[in-house]
């Protein structure tokens, strides 16, 4: 059963392509209302399970629960309503920014209010007036804000992030990071963040998780990635493990 208060909880979920086990028996909660940051070696299946969590794929076994509902119970789009996903590269269509912000909508035969692109826009810290400028125009910082506000347009509870730094440069990082800490904290969104960078972890996670081999090795606390129980994540936070 799920627990209220979780807003994902995965039991015993295995899933496997072109003869690999990507993910082997995760079980675990995460939180609703809170920040927390997914880290590990490179191949640890963090991304994967991402994508089961938006239903862009189906585990093999075991369950996963979308705020105590089982996910294969919602419609993709009420799903997607929910859970939303933002990526390491911020793909845009070309054109304008509102374009851009406004295709979740128009995949939906909808349209985007005026007053809405714009609230949107101030949310992530970009101008009202950049609704007309053409994507190619902004800055990688820009971009990536523009990714995050569209991820916002159907308003999810639940919002994934997959390495969405990790190519910015030093000033538009602390603001994305900024960014996502004033929406958890105004809008109580849940946050799940994958990143490769452990002092992001510590300071913009409330919870962590570490994976390696497709398997959950040691959760809490953030704070824990300072005195790792694990062996393997002690080898992995020193930086013997990449």
């Known amino acids: 059963m799920t627990v209220a208060g979780d807003a994902i909880r995965f039991e015993h979920v295995d899933y496997s392509t072109n003869g690999l086990h990507i993910l082997k028996n995760v079980t675990g909660a995460i939180s609703e209302g809170k920040i927390t940051t997914l880290v590990g070696p490179s191949g640890a299946g963090k991304t994967t399970l991402f994508k089961l969590c938006n239903g862009l794929q189906s ?64 949310m992530v810290g970009l101008d009202k007036t950049d609704l007309q400028k053409k994507t190619k125009d902004l800055s990688g910082g820009q971009q990536q804000k523009l990714s995050i506000a569209r991820t916002l347009v159907n308003q999810p509870d639940i919002l994934l992030l997959d390495e969405i730094t990790s190519s910015l440069d030093s000033v538009s990082r602390q603001d994305i990071e900024e960014l996502i800490v004033n929406m958890n904290e105004q ?14 972890a510590l300071s913009i996670g409330d919870d962590t998780w570490v994976m390696m081999d497709g398997e959950v090795v040691e959760t809490g606390e953030s704070s824990f990635l300072r005195n790792p129980q694990n062996d393997r994540v002690k080898q992995f936070v020193r930086g013997e493990i990449e």
Do not use: C
Not at 100 to 112: A, F, R, S, Y
């Open 187 to 200: 809008y109580g969104t849940t946050i799940v963040w994958i990143t490769h960078n452990l002092q992001q």
């Open 59 to 122: 585990p093999d076994s075991g369950e996963i629960f979308i705020k105590d509902k089982p996910i294969g119970s919602y419609e993709p789009v009420e799903l997607r309503r929910n859970v939303g996903m933002a990526l390491q590269k911020a793909t845009m269509i070309s054109g304008s920014v509102r374009k851009n912000l406004e295709l979740p909508l128009t995949l939906q035969g909808k349209e985007l209010a005026e007053d809405s692109a714009r609230e949107l826009l101030k």
